[in-house]
């Protein structure tokens, strides 16, 4: 991803020739395809893709490229997005009073594993505001408690408005957001949930998993929606336990299934490497 | 298990010097203890425990041991079950069309992984007819269709009974058993659900998985409950998928859940090492 | 893999316009691209792809689509190889004593799991002959204790050759084959071996294992070839275990590991989904 | 391990009545047997255990409990150990470069995940000199280069006695270890190997993961002894992956296994829930 370059994400109806066309399209401009996934989902007919390509060669310039593929995307009435790299997606982390995911961002986008650019950390307790102060991150603190709820997540949104946030990522965030909120920021917005969706929906998953008996726990990284804790699922972890962990062991060892399919997800998603499919998510891993 | 001996399972609650004494009645009399599972549950404060005591040494019958913890037993308001050892479970199959939970049971019986004894093979449909005949196991055939349902239920509670079934194993048994079946055979009623439960619940678990998206399948067996799929779980695998594997690639997949966590169970169940309590199994696994 | 189509593997030097050019050649003729899976490695400059094409509606015979496309490998310096579905695979299955493998691939072949002839069961002993029986397949016993080894293998190579067996499976086959054996079918040779590999190489891994104290087990499915226990592998299973594990659990547990990893690497080589690049497989599961 | 109370460890020759003795002198005082862990080697017939006992209601003081348990512990050749509770272990971190295992670390300590008091860090580059002074730890930089390695490891042991450290982690560094010091810190010592042990033993274990093209990764958390790579195995953790993952990408995901599988490893090894039997480990994990 260092190298200059475009990531292409594309989905259309399926139909003959597609993948002759996109890489000719490609090839024709002397573009050299590091990567080309793609998935034709059988049920729906649609073909999905994700192509790397290396731009150093190409015989225009990168932006009339671009602009080019538009002709071709449109004869193949599809949807797609092209992002130019090298790369770094604003981000903000938003937290209540746990750290360990918080935690787990800041130190993979410190050794470049996500190409993120932390614009703030944004929290409804003041708790974590001694890790952003140590990482040279702003930190908002909004109280959102009672009648205050509404006017936090106006103040919420201005933030994300002003510091112009691509990927807003709920780092353990313990409120539920307005539908409104969900809807303008769909697709832009990463939550963690702590249980293997979609089992144990809703407050305290580690304390119904206890009750329930479960053998193993997880973790699920998912888009959110306006319908909670259903968003297209982008990574899950599990990890075995027995019936001698009670529910703060649960709580202890699930965090290992936080900060993994946490990290994954932001970066199969600031790579691009995820495609909004209706409930689910395309996700091709790296 | 091949040597004379005897498990101990036992449950009461929590109370000052228990392994105390319950190790010492074993040597008191000369057994000697090959394993002392124990769990004290924090929260409910209630004790859980399950010995192997080899009875070559002792001092008087097994059965006089047995009859003799009675006293101790009692003092601690325990409630406890021996079982002599080597022994063989009687346990009847229950199947629909699919076969490879059967197929998994009959070779690991064979191959004396399993101490059960298959009584018989128990289908609503005559697919599996076949392989309990070059099993040499007598395969019964009961019409549950539509109106015949409650008959076969009947009929199945006999066989059961006529054949002094201790174990019946839903292998992929597609009916929902009446309540009073449950409850007459609680805990001694193992099945296999083809999804990670307490994740989709009910039919066609591999399409609703797909459907949602989730990157991990699993199966989960459990002791069967009037409560529909909310039974004590003994044992859940996992497998991970990609948004490719369409529903009928789960079901390929699964089917390697699907075995392995049967097989287990089960196995943990004849070699006593469950303790149902409530809605929770504990188990000692081997 | 039911309806008419072809399977192209494939591999050359990378190059510019590599995926349009295969892509257009498919595309000119009307082959429908179900699946086009590539890989560029990035160490070596290697391309390789795996291609299922539907051919219902070519424009040409398919014969002359495969002929056709040598022009374009020839150009391209590739190495590739076509193959006509719907395909059965005659698949030779080498045993000893232990049964849980054979059961394994039998029962898939069965189902429907793996698309494979199976010729007939080679062992050098005849614990396995009953299975062989019942399942209406061919068995032949092969001496080769002491001095009968070295016929042994030859009358194997003759089994081979009169049944055009493709495929052959070391199914726990206890004997190490003569290096001429290996080169001679180099690429249609699979072995499971029970171990992580490359830990444990060579005689008894479990014992290996236990006495390591290594708190995972597994199972490795590999090409054979003349370098003991080296050849490239295609797929691995693991499984948690502990100090209370004996050797004999580790065998146990290993069993599942075992059949799995085996399973999985036949599918993939008889679906074409491995292309063995030096020491290394090239797998593009399913 | 909040309250006050007494960890035993111990192990011995196997003997009748020995779960029954160790009890009843805990019962006998009035210790509150909170987890008794036990374990008999069938091959080497000797026995292990691991007490957790509260000592609220101790009919004695501890440190008389203690000198009581001698006369019991000697009459049963016992070896043994009581640790008092609650206790934090004296433990340096060792570092060359990379700081994912110590920032694993220090985050573990500071949520109370692991009961260590970080004495001081010691690095052979000053790489990590930053992130111990964030976390207001000693950090001593030791030049270990060239002829300067012998006067480097002395330096580390006088600081090691100096700080009056109990357990020194090797969290990636990139030493290997004098004999003497092995010897001398035995059972002290706990390092992470970042491959699947034994597989990979020496350096650069990703890349030989790489060239051997295996199809998962691990960590190793073991006991260091003077035989390099071979020291009694803690944990271990696993990660798949695929032919398309370079050198690099097995070094990103190997940093996830190693992570948990030292964070796991240290947890055990200073809450007493290990015992070394030779080259393996007993461990009784929670």
Same mark, same amino acid.
């Given at each position: 991803?260092?190298?200059?370059?475009?990531?292409?994400?594309?989905?259309?109806?399926?139909?003959?020739?597609?993948?002759?066309?996109?890489?000719?399209?490609?090839?024709?401009?002397?573009?050299?395809?590091?990567?080309?996934?793609?998935?034709?989902?059988?049920?729906?007919?649609?073909?999905?893709?994700?192509?790397?390509?290396?731009?150093?060669?190409?015989?225009?310039?990168?932006?009339?490229?671009?602009?080019?593929?538009?002709?071709?995307?449109?004869?193949?009435?599809?949807?797609?997005?092209?992002?130019?790299?090298?790369?770094?997606?604003?981000?903000?982390? *938003?937290?209540?009073? =746990?750290? #360990?995911?918080?935690?787990?961002? &800041?130190?993979?986008?410190? +050794?470049? %594993?996500?190409? $993120? @650019?932390?614009?703030?950390?944004?929290?409804?307790?003041?708790?974590?505001?001694?890790?952003?102060?140590?990482?040279?991150?702003?930190?908002?603190?909004?109280?959102?408690?009672?009648?205050?709820?509404?006017?936090?997540?106006?103040?919420?949104?201005?933030?994300?408005?002003?510091?112009?946030?691509?990927?807003?990522?709920?780092?353990?965030?313990?409120?539920?957001?307005?539908?409104?909120?969900?809807?303008?920021?769909?697709?832009?917005?990463?939550?963690?949930?702590?249980?293997?969706?979609?089992?144990?929906?809703?407050?305290?998953?580690?304390?119904?998993?206890?009750?329930?008996?479960?053998? *193993?726990?997880?973790? =699920?990284? #998912?888009?959110?929606?306006?319908? &909670?804790?259903?968003?297209? +699922?982008? %990574?899950?972890? $599990? @990890?075995?336990?027995?019936?001698?962990?009670?529910?703060?062991?649960?709580?202890?060892?699930?965090?290992?299934?936080?900060?993994?399919?946490?990290?994954?997800?932001?970066?199969?998603?600031?790579?691009?490497?995820?495609?909004?499919?209706?409930?689910?998510?395309?996700?091709?891993?790296?």
């Amino acid at each position: 991803m260092a190298r200059p370059g475009l990531i292409l994400k594309l989905s259309c109806p399926d139909q003959p020739g597609i993948v002759a066309k996109i890489a000719s399209y490609v090839a024709g401009h002397r573009g050299n395809l590091i990567e080309f996934a793609q998935f034709t989902d059988k049920l729906s007919l649609r073909f999905f893709a994700r192509l790397e390509i290396e731009t150093g060669e190409l015989d225009v310039d990168p932006e009339d490229f671009i602009e080019g593929f538009g002709t071709l995307g449109r004869s193949m009435k599809a949807q797609w997005h092209f992002r130019r790299l090298p790369y770094k997606m604003r981000t903000a982390v *938003l937290v209540t009073k =746990t750290d #360990h995911c918080l935690n787990e961002i &800041l130190w993979r986008a410190e +050794i470049g %594993e996500l190409p $993120v @650019e932390i614009t703030s950390i944004i929290g409804n307790r003041d708790t974590c505001r001694g890790i952003a102060g140590r990482a040279g991150i702003p930190f908002h603190l909004i109280d959102m408690d009672g009648d205050k709820r509404s006017a936090g997540f106006t103040r919420i949104r201005e933030i994300l408005a002003e510091e112009k946030v691509e990927l807003a990522v709920l780092a353990r965030f313990m409120q539920i957001l307005p539908d409104d909120f969900c809807r303008d920021f769909e697709g832009r917005l990463i939550n963690i949930h702590h249980s293997f969706l979609p089992a144990f929906i809703g407050a305290n998953p580690y304390k119904q998993a206890y009750e329930r008996g479960v053998k *193993l726990i997880g973790a =699920t990284c #998912h888009y959110v929606t306006a319908d &909670l804790d259903a968003g297209p +699922i982008i %990574e899950q972890e $599990v @990890e075995r336990v027995q019936h001698f962990h009670a529910p703060n062991d649960l709580v202890r060892l699930g965090r290992n299934c936080e900060r993994i399919a946490l990290a994954k997800g932001i970066r199969y998603h600031v790579h691009d490497r995820t495609i909004i499919d209706g409930h689910r998510a395309i996700v091709f891993p790296d």
